[in-house]
């Protein structure tokens, strides 16, 4: 009761939230990006992520997060915002590094020749930049190796060439190979496989993550040729690794991520002839899906049942029945026969 008599309204204090459902909520909000918004969503601004906004509602919705003040709380005074800024760059950063790999997958040679009289088979995978040879060959042999191989093998398309003629499904088997690869690394292989198979391309794949795919590949395009040109054993024995890229003066760098010019942390470091770019594609993407009109996604689709269906579970190939392999099974299931009294035999 105040002095002038009049009574006084209890105000209730803030709900405490602990720390262990802080962590959880944080640990569910960066599962909600891997799993469902990033494929939708790769680029975030500070804008994005206001309180209140779509993001903001979207994951605190998810996470069940009752009420409007403790979903203000978690997403400003509990790491919410951070850890979706910080997780949809993480998954940027992989799915470039994924891309990578598979753009260097692509570079597999393998080449037989005679030397001291019998046949030795030299193989290099730029994945691993290894190149398996026998330590008697001598210089000459090595560059003749190397520059046969890497002379013979054309690289990739140049990211251009998507967007010449009839638009990017102009060219079926090329684009086809694109999506089987680079599209796939983007996705991610435990998922896109799969679905692949029963699921239209444009169902499978939304346009905005279609598009990044290809400003990932415009972005890292001549910096992988380049790596995968010079990352063969010399002639001293030297090698070029992975950890060496980009110190090369001649090496190029990445085209929209490198860190200087106009690169600022608001885009995550990307720069603005980049985030341009990706507008850019992403509304060829979805002008190419509307005049083709869901004919590339059938065709994809099959192919991805036929390519998948080539993978079956491992089966006996001899004819014989399985061989049984010998155990001691037998004395545990007595003893709990005897001990339970109604084990019924098998």
């Not at 979903?71 to 891309?99: I, Y």
């Not at 794949?205 to 063969?232: D, I, R």
Request: glycine share 8%; hydrophobic share 35%; charged share 25%.
């Amino acid at each position: 009761m105040a002095e002038d008599g009049a009574a006084i309204t209890p105000t209730a204090l803030p709900e405490e939230i602990c720390k262990e459902t802080i962590a959880e909520w944080n640990d569910a909000a960066s599962d909600y990006v891997r799993a469902k918004m990033f494929d939708r969503k790769q680029f975030v601004t500070d804008a994005d992520l206001e309180t209140g906004g779509r993001i903001q509602k979207l994951v605190t919705t998810d996470l069940h997060i009752n009420g409007a003040e403790r979903q203000r709380r978690f997403w400003e005074d509990h790491g919410g915002r951070a850890t979706v800024r910080k997780t949809v760059r993480q998954k940027r950063q992989t799915a470039q590094n994924a891309m990578k790999l598979a753009f260097r997958g692509e570079f597999v040679y393998c080449c037989v020749t005679a030397v001291l009289g019998r046949i030795i088979v030299f193989h290099y995978s730029s994945t691993n930049n290894i190149l398996c040879i026998v330590p008697l060959l001598t210089a000459p042999v090595i560059e003749w190796i190397t520059r046969t191989t890497k002379e013979n093998a054309p690289d990739p398309p140049k990211p251009e060439v998507f967007l010449e003629g009839g638009g990017l499904r102009g060219n079926v088997p090329r684009y086809t190979e694109f999506a089987d690869k680079m599209v796939c690394a983007v996705n991610g292989k435990s998922r896109y496989n799969p679905r692949s198979g029963r699921t239209l391309f444009h169902d499978l794949v939304p346009p905005s993550q279609e598009a990044f795919a290809l400003l990932l590949y415009k972005n890292g395009y001549e910096n992988w040729v380049w790596m995968h040109t010079h990352a063969c054993m010399t002639s001293d024995g030297s090698n070029i690794t992975v950890e060496d890229e980009g110190d090369d003066e001649e090496c190029p760098a990445y085209k929209y991520t490198r860190r200087r010019g106009d690169l600022t942390s608001r885009n995550g470091g990307w720069s603005s002839d980049g985030m341009t770019l990706y507008n850019e594609l992403y509304k060829k993407v979805k002008e190419d899906r509307q005049n083709d009109n869901g004919a590339f996604g059938k065709i994809y689709r099959e192919h991805r049942a036929h390519l998948l269906g080539k993978k079956r579970k491992r089966r006996c190939t001899n004819g014989q029945d399985p061989l049984t392999v010998s155990d001691d099974l037998d004395e545990l299931w007595a003893a709990a026969a005897v001990t339970t009294g109604n084990m019924a035999s098998v």
